[in-house]
């Protein structure tokens, strides 16, 4: 009995190998979107901070960015378990990049309005009701636009290269911000 209802729960997973382009895509985006941020401040920051205090903004940034990457890669892995059966499994690594592209747009979209526009509740509830409707188009068409599913699983594939190249420099990372406060 037990045996039948993990391996229904197993199913209902991705395939490891699905996951790490999945993975790499995320790192990429929350890595990339940091690291522009950092260089935009770094000019000002070079006028009263000392290279080390900078390392270590530096270093406190990619420990957080690689976190938050691994919450949204399982938040994603989340939703693939929690939608119907087919939902997100089948073809489940050209849907979750598809679905972290535009939930990225739209986590923009709604910093932009929230940050420069005095929206109302409603306006608020209307925009988050489009981009589900939008998320929701766009997973239809990964899974009946076969080209589109193609390019999104390539771009996954190279995006890989990113979880490798990230996670080695949150480790260093990791090394400074823990002995920069032990010594």
Sequence with gaps: MSTSILEKIKTRFPAKKEI??????????IFTWSILILLWKLPSWLN?????EILGIVAYVLVEDFFEGLFVLIFVIFVGFVL??????????AKAIAFIIVLTFWV????????????TVWELFVMGLISVIVI??????????????????ILGEK??????????LSVVSLVFVVLRNVL
């Excluded at 009263?48 to 080390?52: A, E, N, P, Q, V």
Aim: overall charge positive; aromatic content about 18%; hydrophobic content about 55%.
């Design 136 to 153: 929701i188009g766009i997973l239809f068409l990964v899974s009946r636009i076969k080209l589109f599913e193609r390019g999104l699983s």
């Design 84 to 93: 119907p059966f087919d939902a997100m499994r089948k073809s489940f690594k």
């Design 48 to 52: 009263y901070l000392s290279l080390l």
């Design 20 to 29: 790490l382009p999945v993975h790499g895509t995320i790192m990429f985006i």
């Design 108 to 119: 923009g979209l709604f910093n932009y309005i929230l940050a420069w526009k005095h929206s």
């Design 159 to 168: 995006m890989s290269v990113f979880v490798y190249l990230y996670s080695l």
